[in-house]
Structures are given as structure tokens and as C-alpha cells.
């Protein structure tokens, strides 16, 4: 790939970045009143925005390296690890998503499972910064072994996380998906039957 094709790359992953973002703060506020599984895992929309936005930060940062070094390995994980985080966020939140407006679909449950270990990336990419700092290769010979290491941890922590760990039942997602609904409904409800009495009352004063 010549430099020009390269840095058409930067630029694609850079607008994936961006779109990536934009969507998953989309869906974290259209989610913000569904149920979790564990209420450690629930977050603030704002703050989660917040913190993906440092990442797309990161994502500009490399693509600004990439764009002034293409050949540089070190400038790409700058790009990588801005990249990575914002798509697994958008997987997490479209799973929740999908989950709750059409059930366990297969494109739901596809991107359920990218969310698993789209984070692994940006993650693997700091030890890649620092062992490829500053051009882009180790510092001699002595360090490849880590750098060899490092790429067998990553493989191994990918297939551990993509077909190793079991994704949480669609059962117990549809029974989160029932209890929004049932949650929803219970606010409508209560709506109605607040606006009955405030209703009755005024009648009754009028009498």
C-alpha cells in the first residue's frame, strides 16, 4: 500500500471513529431507562459520553501521526486505540438496543458478540505504544521477544474472549427486554391513575 492509500485508511477509520460515537451516545440515552443485569453496569449517559469523547480525542491524535508518519506501527495504535472503544461501546449499547425493541434477532446477537472483545484492541495498545515508541520499532533486538509475546497474548485473550466466554443468555435479556416494557407500562399506568385522582378532585371541590 503506497502512503496515499494509507492515509485515505487514517481518514476512513477516523470517520468510523467519529460516526461510531455519535451513534453510541445516541443509544446511550435511548437506552438510559432500560434494566441491567448487575447495577454496577449501570452509567451515567453523560459520563460515559464524556469518557468515550477522551478516546475519540486519542483516535484525532493519531490520526494526526498517521497522516505525518503512515509508516509508523507506533502512530497507527495511536489511531487504533481511538478507535476501539467507541465501536465496542456502540456494540454494547446497540445489543441493549436491539434487545429491547426486536428481541434476540440475529443481527442482535452478531454485534452482542463483537462487544466481547472489540475492546481488546484498544487495551493491546498499550504495550504496542510502549514497546514501538518513538518510530515505530523495538529498540533492538533484544526487545522482539516481548513484542512476540505481547502478539501471542493478544491472540490468546481474543479467542478466550470471542469463543470462550458465554454471552449472557437471550432468555435473561428478553426477561430484562419484558421488565422495561412491564416498567414503562407501570409509569403509563400510574400517569393515568395520577391524572384520575387530580381529575376527581377537582369535581369534588367543584360540588
Do not use: K
Not at 477509520?13 to 446511550?28: K, R
Not at 453496569?41 to 453523560?46: F, G, I, L, Q, T
Amino acid at each position: 500500500m503506497t502512503d496515499r492509500g494509507r492515509r485515505r485508511l487514517a481518514w476512513a477509520l477516523w470517520v468510523v471513529t467519529i460516526l461510531a460515537y455519535l451513534v453510541e451516545v445516541a443509544l446511550l440515552f435511548a437506552n438510559a431507562d432500560l434494566p441491567v443485569a448487575d447495577p454496577l453496569d449501570a452509567v451515567d449517559p453523560w459520563l460515559q459520553a464524556l469518557e468515550d469523547l477522551a478516546f475519540v480525542a486519542i483516535g484525532a491524535l493519531g490520526l494526526r501521526l498517521v497522516l505525518s508518519q503512515p509508516m509508523n506501527a507506533f502512530c497507527w495504535w495511536v489511531l487504533v486505540a481511538g478507535l476501539s472503544f467507541p465501536l465496542e461501546g456502540l456494540a454494547v449499547e446497540f445489543t441493549r438496543f436491539g434487545m429491547d425493541r426486536w428481541g434476540a434477532i440475529p443481527i442482535v446477537a452478531v454485534v452482542g458478540w463483537m462487544s466481547l472483545w472489540l475492546w481488546i484492541p484498544g487495551s493491546s495498545s498499550i504495550p504496542f505504544l510502549l514497546l514501538l515508541y518513538p518510530n515505530g520499532h523495538v529498540p533492538s533486538s533484544r526487545w522482539r521477544p516481548a513484542l512476540w509475546f505481547t502478539n501471542a497474548a493478544v491472540v490468546i485473550t481474543f479467542f478466550a474472549a470471542a469463543f470462550l466466554v458465554e454471552p449472557e443468555p437471550p432468555d435473561q435479556l428478553v426477561r430484562q427486554r419484558g421488565l422495561a416494557r412491564s416498567a414503562r407500562a407501570g409509569d403509563a399506568e400510574h400517569r393515568h391513575l395520577s391524572s384520575g385522582r387530580r381529575a376527581a378532585d377537582v369535581l369534588h371541590r367543584r360540588r
